[in-house]
């Protein structure tokens, strides 16, 4: 099997298309089993890229999915971060292996690489038989299993299903990564018509470089662009100059700015506190903030106007410059009042800040905003001067 050289070329970007079906899938106990049953459904390919692969319950339900699938024919493809997947187990992987699994790793780990260390591959998608693909931010670990998670306290994640033309552009993207770290190629079928005239309500953002540049730019046109909203919702707000000031400018001209964070639930406490240093112009700049309170917020969700992106990114940093990124962008008017409708819901169960109240925080915080922001400035700065002089990471 020869790989497809049509193949779209990695710095073009994917045109726009539709018509699509759309849904939502809110917590893994929605968003699993639909995956599960996508892939029990399989009869021809699957591919599956994942950041964080953990071995436990949930990842035993993937697994045994995916090795059934293998074994009845299907040709599986799985693709994970060798950083984000060292909690999945040497049996797991071998079990995977010896049912006919397709395996790579992203970027290995390793002291003669340790200089392109931190280009890790975050993006989360399932594609299967070319017919409908999964995208989002959830990692196959027992964190987003409600059924692994007796007190509650699974993570909020957000999965978007989809079916339609984009779907080819998502296996492109992942084909065009796979074919970068292992030797076993990928055949696809031929990428369909540009755009069916006057359906197009959708589109991929992405390339198989590492940084999000393609995802932050799309965004920040949108919140340009837009009158009535911005509603962003992210789990690791530590936002680019940029973006922060698209934020302010677009809250000071009209729009109705928010921005929807983890709150005191969070798996990187250092990391919600470098980020809070931002609050107080924000906040002054008229931008409402709210913190989630049930649990850990970890969805990635943008809606601007009736303009919707929702995939892996958290638009700070590590996205713009040492992560693989990949968004599903969507302009139709009816997904737009059901993101709508969840933005909603979570700013119910949120705590919002005023800026009187942001003022009068105590010492202890602004401490801790004070040392984390130093650590990620430096991290920024040590970043921006080592890419300068370092090449991109070569198939290894």
Request: glycine residues 8%; aromatic residues 10%; hydrophobic residues 45%.
């Given at each position: 099997?020869?790989?497809?050289?049509?193949?779209?070329?990695?710095?073009?970007?994917?045109?726009?298309?539709?018509?699509?079906?759309?849904?939502?899938?809110?917590?893994?106990?929605?968003?699993?089993?639909?995956?599960?049953?996508?892939?029990?459904?399989?009869?021809?390919?699957?591919?599956?890229?994942?950041?964080?692969?953990?071995?436990?319950?949930?990842?035993?339900?993937?697994?045994?999915?995916?090795?059934?699938?293998?074994?009845?024919?299907?040709?599986?493809?799985?693709?994970?971060?060798?950083?984000?997947?060292?909690?999945?187990?040497?049996?797991?992987?071998?079990?995977?292996?010896?049912?006919?699994?397709?395996?790579?790793?992203?970027?290995p780990?390793?002291?003669?690489?340790?200089?392109?260390?931190?280009?890790?591959?975050?993006?989360?998608?399932?594609?299967?038989?070319?017919?409908?693909?999964f995208?989002?931010?959830?990692?196959?670990?027992?964190d987003?299993?409600?059924?692994?998670?007796?007190?509650?306290?699974?993570?909020?994640?957000?999965?978007?299903?989809?079916?339609?033309?984009?779907?080819?552009?998502?296996?492109?993207?992942?084909?065009?990564?796979?074919?970068?770290?292992?030797?076993?190629?990928?055949?696809?079928?031929a990428?369909?018509?540009?755009?069916?005239?006057?359906?197009?309500?959708?589109?991929?953002?992405?390339?198989?470089?590492?940084?999000?540049?393609?995802?932050?730019?799309?965004?920040?046109?949108?919140?340009?662009?837009?009158?009535?909203?911005?509603?962003?919702?992210?789990?690791?707000?530590?936002?680019?100059?940029?973006?922060?000031?698209?934020?302010?400018?677009?809250?000071?001209?009209?729009?109705?700015?928010?921005?929807?964070?983890?709150?005191?639930?969070?798996?990187?406490?250092?990391v919600?506190?470098?980020?809070?240093?931002?609050?107080?112009?924000?906040?002054?700049?008229?931008?409402?903030?709210?913190?989630?309170?049930?649990?850990?917020?970890?969805?990635?969700?943008?809606?601007?106007?009736?303009?919707a992106?929702?995939?892996?990114?958290?638009?700070?940093?590590?996205?713009?410059?040492?992560?693989?990124?990949?968004?599903?962008t969507?302009?139709?008017?009816?997904?737009?009042?059901?993101?709508?409708?969840?933005?909603?819901?979570?700013?119910?169960?949120?705590?919002?800040?005023?800026?009187?109240?942001?003022?009068?925080?105590?010492?202890?915080?602004?401490?801790?905003?004070?040392?984390?922001?130093?650590l990620?400035?430096?991290?920024?700065?040590?970043?921006?001067?080592?890419?300068?002089?370092?090449?991109?990471?070569?198939?290894?």
């Amino acid at each position: 099997m020869r790989p497809n050289l049509a193949l779209l070329p990695e710095r073009k970007a994917f045109p726009q298309r539709g018509p699509h079906a759309y849904a939502l899938h809110i917590d893994g106990g929605e968003f699993m089993p639909a995956m599960l049953d996508a892939i029990a459904g399989a009869r021809e390919r699957v591919f599956l890229e994942m950041y964080l692969f953990v071995s436990g319950s949930a990842a035993e339900r993937f697994i045994a999915a995916l090795a059934g699938a293998a074994r009845r024919g299907v040709e599986v493809y799985l693709l994970i971060d060798d950083f984000g997947s060292r909690g999945l187990s040497r049996e797991d992987r071998e079990r995977l292996v010896a049912a006919g699994v397709h395996l790579a790793l992203y970027n290995p780990l390793g002291l003669g690489r340790w200089r392109v260390s931190l280009l890790r591959n975050h993006r989360k998608l399932l594609a299967v038989d070319g017919a409908i693909a999964f995208v989002g931010g959830m990692g196959i670990t027992d964190d987003f299993d409600p059924e692994s998670r007796r007190d509650g306290r699974h993570w909020h994640e957000v999965m978007l299903d989809l079916r339609g033309p984009c779907v080819a552009d998502w296996e492109i993207l992942f084909a065009q990564c796979w074919r970068q770290w292992s030797m076993q190629p990928i055949a696809l079928p031929a990428p369909p018509p540009k755009v069916v005239p006057g359906a197009a309500d959708g589109q991929v953002v992405g390339h198989i470089r590492a940084g999000g540049r393609p995802v932050m730019r799309s965004v920040l046109t949108a919140i340009r662009k837009a009158r009535r909203r911005v509603w962003i919702a992210t789990a690791y707000f530590v936002p680019t100059v940029r973006l922060r000031r698209a934020l302010r400018r677009a809250a000071r001209r009209g729009v109705d700015v928010r921005l929807l964070l983890a709150g005191p639930h969070n798996d990187h406490p250092s990391v919600w506190h470098a980020g809070r240093r931002f609050y107080g112009r924000l906040l002054r700049s008229g931008v409402r903030i709210f913190e989630y309170q049930p649990r850990f917020l970890h969805a990635k969700m943008v809606l601007c106007d009736d303009w919707a992106s929702i995939g892996s990114s958290n638009l700070d940093h590590w996205t713009l410059r040492w992560n693989l990124e990949a968004n599903q962008t969507v302009t139709d008017p009816a997904f737009a009042g059901k993101l709508d409708a969840l933005f909603t819901a979570d700013f119910e169960h949120s705590e919002e800040w005023s800026d009187a109240a942001w003022r009068n925080r105590g010492l202890w915080l602004r401490l801790m905003e004070r040392v984390a922001g130093a650590l990620d400035d430096y991290l920024v700065q040590w970043s921006y001067r080592r890419a300068l002089r370092q090449p991109p990471p070569q198939r290894s």
